[in-house]
């Protein structure tokens, strides 16, 4: 594990913090503050400490130059709403005005650079571009979990030229929560996985399925694994070029002892738009049919198996978006909440579920990382982590 920030002296000192600030923006206005909240009191913890607070971040994916559309300019007074801190926002990344900017700021007092991908060498992980931001500090705080898996200049190369550096607390947290789930987990572990596809999720399933007590298989991703069993889908989202590997998962499982769960029932329509679905037995689906959402028997299966140890829940169990096909997801979210288990919630629309089931509290820990926690679990070193050990 890094250090922690306690541990570093940053009074009177400028500390670099890389923060996780990608937020989405509608019309110039951040549109949802979820993470400039999450990464306000870390903000806060410094300026208070009597430090220069020198925060990075990038924002959506512009294409290596300035794009004005995806600023941080509107990040800053929402910052200094929520931190209580001063927050003075520098329209530059590495260059001139950063520099003044940092010099003339004064303990406790918050600098914001421009998005960090407006420069084409953060992506590339120069290392010019690493040393010329490291220069506009003395230490390095990373608590951008979210861009963890990716070696950006700001999360991986930077490092090396700070002594001291440290992880942050949302950092921590997320490192602390997901190894709960990858090493040593209270048994038993109880895996769901769903959403829209195994792919992308590929590593992850197949690490934790050798490490769970219980998988269940739900959402779209199910689809494949009952293609597998030979039972028929109908016209529902499947990837064919998957499911020899998913009978391969299957019968890992079945050779290791873990129990499998899929859909035992399912919620099926002609197409999305449908006003609402029908419930049938899983064998039972109409060619013409898509399964949108597992029904209540499954849901009553997998409430029975949440109760206690671990579980990690990442993937909707149908299209939650749509209300005829969101019970399943929401039923699933709510037994988690109700759960003793240590649970931990992770992937942007699973995160979204539980919020909208109201249990997001109830839920030991709700990972934001998205990508980062996928990788992690899947057991990858993580180069934002890594670069602040060594
Ligand atoms: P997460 O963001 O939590 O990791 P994904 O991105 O993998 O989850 O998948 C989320 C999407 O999966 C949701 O938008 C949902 O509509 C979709 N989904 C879930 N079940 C089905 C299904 N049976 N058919 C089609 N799409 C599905
Ligand atoms: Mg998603």
Known sequence: ??????????????????????????????????????????????????????ACSHLGRPKGKPEPRYSLAPVAPVLAERSGCPVLFVEDVVGEKAKAAVEEAKPGQVVLLENLRFDPREEANDPEFARALASLADVYVNDAFGAAHRAHASTAGVAQFFAEKAAGPLMLAE???????????????????????????LETLQALSQKADVLCL??????????????????????????????????????????????????????????EGQVVPVTAVPANGMILDVGPQTVKL????????????????????????????????????????????????????????????????????????????????LPGVAALEA
């Open 302 to 381: 997998i409430a029975s198996k949440v109760g206690k140890g671990t579980v990690f829940w990442n993937g909707p169990a149908g299209v939650f978006e749509k209300p005829p096909f969101a019970a399943g997801t929401l039923a699933i979210a709510r037994a988690l909440g109700e759960s003793q288990a240590f649970t931990v919630v992770g992937g942007g629309e699973s995160v979204e579920a539980v919020q909208l089931a109201g249990v997001a509290s109830r839920i030991s820990h709700v990972s934001t990382g998205g990508g980062a926690s996928l990788e992690y679990l899947a057991g990858a070193t």
């Open 1 to 54: 594990m890094p250090r922690t920030m306690d541990e570093l002296e940053v009074s009177g000192r400028r500390v670099l913090l890389r923060l996780d600030l990608n937020v989405p923006l509608k019309d110039g206005q951040v549109a949802d503050d979820t993470r400039i909240r999450a990464a306000a009191p870390t903000v806060r913890a410094l300026a208070e400490r009597g430090a220069v607070v020198v």
């Open 218 to 275: 739900v959402g779209g991703l199910a689809n494949t694994f009952l293609l597998a069993q030979g039972v028929s889908v109908g016209r529902s989202l499947v990837e064919p070029d998957l499911v020899e590997l998913a009978r391969q998962i299957l019968e890992q499982a079945h050779a290791r002892g873990t129990e499998v769960v899929l859909p035992v029932d399912v919620v099926v329509a002609e197409n999305l738009e449908a006003a």
């Open 175 to 201: 490192l602390a929560a997901l190894s709960k789930v990858k090493d040593n987990p209270q048994r038993p572990l109880v895996v769901i996985a769903g959403g829209a596809k195994i792919s992308g999720k």
